[in-house]
C-alpha cells in the first residue's frame, strides 16, 4: 500500500508500508540463513562486534518528540536558554516588585469640598434628643428627651431634631426650610456630595430633620386642624427672670427649666414650607420606598392644612419670641415654593397649575419689585421658587397652558441674576466686595451663600440646557461670569477678605474663637452643672470657646468688612441652621472640577408631558 505526500523539494512523495506479517519476516530469515554465511569486510564485522552501548550512544544524537526528530544538541541549548529566560523575567518581577513605587500624589481636594466636610458637621453639633452613636462631636450629648411629654397641654413626644442656633429653641420655620434647601442640594448635586465622600451624612441630616418635622402634627391623619411652631422658649420681657432658652446660658444637655410647645391653627406659611420640606425629603429618599410615602403623605396632609380656607396669618403674628427671630412676612411665596415641591413630588398636575396661576403671581408681587426682590431667603422663597419652576421650563418644556407664567418666571430670574453682578448696582458692595443682599443689615452671610447658591445652580441649568449665557437687558453675559461672582462671594466667607478671617470655625488658620454658642462655650465636665445663671460667667468671659464648633458659619461683618469677635453679640458670631444650610448648598454646587446637575431624578414623580395647544383666537369682529 503506498500513499502520497508532497515532497519539500517539489514531487510526490511515497509512503510505502509493507503488509507483511512478523510471521512471514520470520520464515524469510530462515529461507536467507545460508546467505549470512558468506564473508563479511571489515566494515560489516565492526558492525556486528560493536556493543549495545555503541549502538545506545549513536541513537541519542537525536531527540524524538513524536513528531518531530531534532538534534539532541540543539535541544538541550534551546531548553536551557528558555529556561534562563525564564529566571531572568523571574529576577526582573521580583526586584520591580521590592522597588517601592513613585505614584503621583492624587489632587488634593478644593477648598470648596473642605470646607464642605467641614460645614455639615455643624448638624451634628444642632442635634436634640437621643443622639447617635456617631455623631463625632465629643462635647454633644443626649439632651431635652423631654420634650412635648413635659408640657402638660401636649403630652407627645418632641425629642429629636435640630436647635437654632446658639441657643436651644426650636423653630420649625427655618428648620423645615433648611431641610428643603439641603434636599434641593442633594437632588443637584448628589454625583459631587459622593465624589466628596459626604452623601451618606448629608442624607441622614436631612432624615434627622425630617423625621422631628413628622412628629410636629399627625402625619399619618389626611386632615389635621393644628401643627407644632416651635418647642422652647426666647420670649423676652424686660426685667423679667424666668427660666427660658433666651434668659439661661447653659448646656442643652444640662437644661431642667419648662419648656412649652407653641401650636398654630392658622399658619400657612408653616405648612407650605413645611409640606415643601417633606415633598423634597421624598424625592432624595425615592430608592427607600416605604420611608419616602410616607414623607410625601406627611406633605400632602400638611399641604392641606396649609390651603385650608378661612381665617389666614402668617405663623409668627401671635409669637413675640418668633417675631423677634423669625418674623414671617407673608405666606403667598411659602404657597408658590411648596406647590412647586408638591408638584415635582407627586407629578400632580394641580399642583403646576396653582403654582402658575396669575393671581398668585399678583399675590407674591411677581409683578413688582419689593424691597427684599432677589433676596432668597428663609422668609421670602420667591426667588427659590423662580429658579424651580424655571428648571421646568428649561428641561422640560410644558408648553400650553403652563408656558407663559414660566416664561414670566424665567424672565424674572434672568433678571435677579443679573442684580447679582458688579455691573448692575441693585446691591452695594464692601469695599473687600461682599455683595450687601440685606442693605447693610446685620447678620449678612445667610443671604451671600443662597445668593451662590442660586448663580451657580442657573449657570448650570443654562448649561445643561446648551445656552451659553443670558442678556442682561441688550447685553449678553456667559455662564461664567454667573459662576465668578458665586466663587467671588464663597472665598470672600473662607477667608479672601480684608481681615482674611474665615467665617467658617475650623476652616483655616483664622476663624471666630468666641462663637455666641452655649454648648460650645461651656466646658464639659463631669458632675459639673452651671445651672441657668452659672453659665453667664462663660457667656461674658473673653476667653475663647472651650469647644470649636466645627463648621459654624457665623453671623458675618458689618457693611465696613470690619468683625467683632465678641460671644455676647450675635449680630456678628451667631451660626444659624438655616444659614449652614445655605452654606452646604453653595459649596457642593462649586465643589470640584466638573460642573452639572443630575437632570432626571427631579422629574422622577413627573409624567409626560404632552402640551395642549393654545385655545383658538376669538372670533374677528369687523
Same mark, same amino acid.
Given at each position: 500500500?503506498?500513499?502520497?505526500?508532497? #515532497?519539500?523539494?517539489?514531487?510526490?512523495?511515497?509512503? @510505502?508500508?509493507?503488509?507483511?506479517?512478523?510471521?512471514?519476516?520470520?520464515?524469510?530469515?530462515?529461507?536467507?540463513?545460508?546467505?549470512?554465511? =558468506?564473508?563479511?569486510?571489515?566494515?560489516?564485522?565492526?558492525?556486528?562486534?560493536?556493543?549495545? !552501548?555503541?549502538?545506545?550512544?549513536?541513537?541519542?544524537?537525536?531527540?524524538?518528540?513524536?513528531?518531530?526528530?531534532?538534534?539532541?544538541?540543539?535541544?538541550?541549548?534551546?531548553?536551557?536558554?528558555?529556561?534562563?529566560?525564564?529566571?531572568?523575567?523571574?529576577?526582573?518581577?521580583?526586584?520591580?516588585?521590592?522597588? /517601592?513605587?513613585?505614584?503621583?500624589?492624587?489632587? /488634593?481636594?478644593?477648598?470648596?469640598?473642605?470646607?464642605?466636610?467641614?460645614?455639615?458637621?455643624?448638624?451634628?453639633?444642632?442635634?436634640?434628643?437621643?443622639?447617635?452613636?456617631?455623631?463625632?462631636?465629643?462635647?454633644?450629648?443626649?439632651?431635652?428627651?423631654?420634650?412635648?411629654?413635659?408640657?402638660?397641654?401636649?403630652?407627645?413626644?418632641?425629642?429629636? !431634631?435640630?436647635? #437654632?442656633?446658639?441657643?436651644?429653641?426650636?423653630? *420649625?420655620?427655618?428648620?423645615?426650610?433648611?431641610?428643603?434647601?439641603?434636599?434641593?442640594?442633594?437632588?443637584?448635586?448628589?454625583?459631587?456630595?459622593?465624589?466628596?465622600?459626604?452623601?451618606?451624612?448629608?442624607?441622614?441630616?436631612?432624615?434627622?430633620?425630617?423625621?422631628?418635622?413628622?412628629? %410636629?402634627?399627625?402625619?399619618?391623619?389626611?386632615?389635621?386642624?393644628?401643627?407644632?411652631?416651635?418647642? !422652647?422658649?426666647?420670649?423676652?420681657?424686660?426685667?423679667?427672670?424666668?427660666?427660658?432658652?433666651?434668659? @439661661?446660658?447653659?448646656?442643652?444637655?444640662?437644661?431642667?427649666?419648662?419648656?412649652?410647645?407653641?401650636?398654630?391653627?392658622?399658619?400657612?406659611?408653616?405648612?407650605?414650607?413645611?409640606?415643601?420640606?417633606?415633598?423634597?425629603?421624598?424625592?432624595?429618599?425615592?430608592?427607600?420606598?416605604?420611608?419616602?410615602?410616607?414623607?410625601?403623605?406627611?406633605?400632602?396632609?400638611?399641604?392641606?392644612?396649609?390651603?385650608?380656607?378661612?381665617?389666614?396669618?402668617?405663623?409668627?403674628?401671635? =409669637?413675640?419670641?418668633?417675631?423677634?427671630?423669625?418674623?414671617?412676612?407673608?405666606?403667598?411665596?411659602?404657597?408658590?415654593?411648596?406647590?412647586?415641591?408638591?408638584?415635582?413630588?407627586?407629578?400632580?398636575?394641580?399642583?403646576?397649575?396653582?403654582?402658575?396661576?396669575?393671581?398668585?403671581?399678583?399675590?407674591?408681587?411677581?409683578?413688582?419689585?419689593?424691597?427684599?426682590?432677589?433676596?432668597?431667603?428663609?422668609?421670602?422663597?420667591?426667588?427659590?421658587?423662580?429658579?424651580?419652576?424655571? =428648571?421646568?421650563?428649561? $428641561?422640560?418644556?410644558?408648553? &400650553?397652558?403652563?408656558?407663559?407664567?414660566?416664561?414670566?418666571?424665567? *424672565?424674572?430670574?434672568?433678571?435677579?441674576? @443679573?442684580?447679582?453682578?458688579?455691573?448692575?448696582?441693585?446691591?452695594?458692595? %464692601?469695599?473687600?466686595?461682599?455683595?450687601?443682599?440685606?442693605?447693610?443689615?446685620?447678620?449678612?452671610?445667610? &443671604?451671600?451663600?443662597?445668593?451662590?447658591?442660586?448663580?451657580?445652580?442657573?449657570?448650570?441649568?443654562?448649561?445643561?440646557?446648551?445656552?451659553?449665557?443670558?442678556?442682561?437687558?441688550?447685553? $449678553?453675559?456667559?455662564?461664567?461670569?454667573?459662576?465668578?461672582?458665586?466663587?467671588?462671594?464663597?472665598?470672600?466667607?473662607?477667608?479672601?477678605?480684608?481681615?482674611?478671617?474665615?467665617?467658617?470655625?475650623?476652616?483655616?488658620?483664622?476663624?471666630?474663637?468666641?462663637?455666641?454658642?452655649?454648648?460650645?462655650?461651656?466646658?464639659?465636665?463631669?458632675?459639673?452643672?452651671?445651672?441657668?445663671?452659672?453659665?453667664?460667667?462663660? =457667656?461674658? %468671659?473673653?476667653?475663647?470657646? /472651650?469647644?470649636?464648633?466645627? !463648621?459654624?458659619?457665623?453671623?458675618?461683618?458689618?457693611?465696613?468688612?470690619?468683625?467683632?469677635?465678641?460671644?455676647?453679640?450675635?449680630?456678628?458670631?451667631? /451660626?444659624?441652621?438655616?444659614?449652614?444650610?445655605?452654606?452646604?448648598?453653595?459649596?457642593?454646587?462649586?465643589?470640584?472640577?466638573?460642573?452639572?446637575?443630575?437632570?432626571?431624578?427631579?422629574?422622577?414623580?413627573?409624567?409626560?408631558? $404632552?402640551?395642549?395647544?393654545?385655545?383658538?383666537?376669538?372670533?374677528?369682529?369687523?
Amino acid at each position: 500500500m503506498s500513499m502520497y505526500g508532497r #515532497d519539500p523539494w517539489g514531487g510526490p512523495l511515497e509512503i @510505502c508500508h509493507d503488509s507483511a506479517t512478523d510471521d512471514d519476516r520470520s520464515r524469510n530469515l530462515d529461507l536467507d540463513r545460508a546467505a549470512l554465511s =558468506r564473508t563479511l569486510d571489515e566494515t560489516q564485522q565492526s558492525w556486528l562486534l560493536a556493543g549495545p !552501548g555503541d549502538q545506545g550512544r549513536k541513537k541519542k544524537r537525536y531527540v524524538d518528540l513524536g513528531c518531530l526528530l531534532v538534534s539532541r544538541k540543539l535541544f538541550l541549548w534551546t531548553l536551557g536558554l528558555l529556561l534562563a529566560a525564564a529566571a531572568l523575567a523571574g529576577i526582573a518581577a521580583g526586584i520591580a516588585k521590592a522597588v /517601592p513605587r513613585h505614584h503621583a500624589p492624587p489632587t /488634593p481636594p478644593d477648598q470648596f469640598t473642605l470646607a464642605l466636610r467641614k460645614a455639615l458637621m455643624f448638624f451634628n453639633a444642632q442635634k436634640s434628643g437621643k443622639l447617635p452613636k456617631h455623631n463625632n462631636v465629643p462635647w454633644r450629648g443626649d439632651s431635652c428627651l423631654k420634650d412635648g411629654r413635659s408640657d402638660e397641654a401636649f403630652r407627645r413626644d418632641l425629642s429629636g !431634631g435640630y436647635y #437654632d442656633g446658639g441657643g436651644a429653641v426650636k423653630f *420649625n420655620f427655618p428648620s423645615a426650610f433648611s431641610m428643603t434647601l439641603l434636599s434641593w442640594s442633594v437632588i443637584e448635586y448628589s454625583t459631587k456630595y459622593e465624589a466628596a465622600g459626604e452623601l451618606g451624612h448629608v442624607r441622614d441630616t436631612i432624615k434627622w430633620g425630617a423625621d422631628y418635622l413628622l412628629k %410636629t402634627f399627625n402625619s399619618t391623619a389626611h386632615s389635621i386642624d393644628r401643627l407644632v411652631a416651635q418647642v !422652647g422658649s426666647a420670649a423676652i420681657s424686660p426685667g423679667s427672670s424666668q427660666p427660658n432658652d433666651h434668659y @439661661c446660658w447653659m448646656r442643652p444637655e444640662d437644661i431642667d427649666y419648662p419648656r412649652p410647645v407653641t401650636e398654630c391653627h392658622t399658619c400657612p406659611d408653616l405648612g407650605a414650607e413645611m409640606a415643601a420640606a417633606l415633598a423634597a425629603a421624598s424625592i432624595v429618599f425615592k430608592d427607600n420606598r416605604a420611608y419616602s410615602h410616607k414623607l410625601l403623605h406627611g406633605a400632602t396632609t400638611v399641604w392641606e392644612f396649609a390651603r385650608k380656607g378661612g381665617s389666614r396669618s402668617a405663623y409668627s403674628a401671635l =409669637r413675640s419670641d418668633a417675631a423677634k427671630f423669625y418674623n414671617s412676612t407673608g405666606y403667598w411665596d411659602e404657597y408658590m415654593w411648596g406647590g412647586s415641591w408638591m408638584y415635582l413630588a407627586t407629578g400632580n398636575s394641580s399642583y403646576l397649575q396653582f403654582a402658575t396661576s396669575v393671581e398668585l403671581a399678583k399675590n407674591v408681587h411677581v409683578f413688582s419689585r419689593p424691597p427684599n426682590y432677589g433676596v432668597f431667603s428663609w422668609d421670602n422663597k420667591l426667588p427659590g421658587a423662580q429658579v424651580l419652576l424655571s =428648571r421646568l421650563r428649561l $428641561f422640560l418644556s410644558p408648553g &400650553y397652558p403652563y408656558e407663559e407664567m414660566l416664561r414670566t418666571y424665567h *424672565n424674572q430670574t434672568s433678571t435677579i441674576m @443679573c442684580s447679582y453682578l458688579p455691573d448692575f448696582r441693585s446691591f452695594n458692595r %464692601t469695599k473687600g466686595g461682599l455683595i450687601q443682599l440685606n442693605h447693610g443689615q446685620p447678620q449678612p452671610l445667610q &443671604y451671600v451663600v443662597n445668593a451662590a447658591f442660586l448663580a451657580s445652580l442657573f449657570s448650570d441649568y443654562l448649561e445643561a440646557a446648551d445656552t451659553p449665557g443670558w442678556y442682561c437687558g441688550p447685553h $449678553f453675559y456667559s455662564i461664567e461670569v454667573l459662576r465668578s461672582f458665586a466663587r467671588t462671594q464663597m472665598e470672600y466667607i473662607l477667608g479672601k477678605n480684608p481681615l482674611k478671617m474665615s467665617y467658617v470655625v475650623g476652616h483655616g488658620k483664622h476663624y471666630p474663637k468666641r462663637v455666641h454658642h452655649r454648648g460650645a462655650s461651656i466646658p464639659k465636665k463631669k458632675g459639673i452643672h452651671p445651672g441657668c445663671k452659672g453659665g453667664w460667667t462663660w =457667656r461674658d %468671659t473673653k476667653k475663647p470657646n /472651650p469647644h470649636i464648633i466645627v !463648621g459654624a458659619m457665623v453671623a458675618g461683618p458689618d457693611r465696613h468688612d470690619g468683625f467683632k469677635d465678641i460671644r455676647k453679640n450675635r449680630n456678628y458670631t451667631e /451660626p444659624t441652621l438655616a444659614g449652614n444650610a445655605g452654606l452646604v448648598a453653595a459649596l457642593v454646587a462649586l465643589s470640584g472640577e466638573g460642573h452639572g446637575v443630575d437632570k432626571n431624578t427631579m422629574f422622577s414623580a413627573v409624567p409626560p408631558m $404632552f402640551p395642549s395647544p393654545p385655545p383658538p383666537p376669538a372670533p374677528w369682529k369687523p
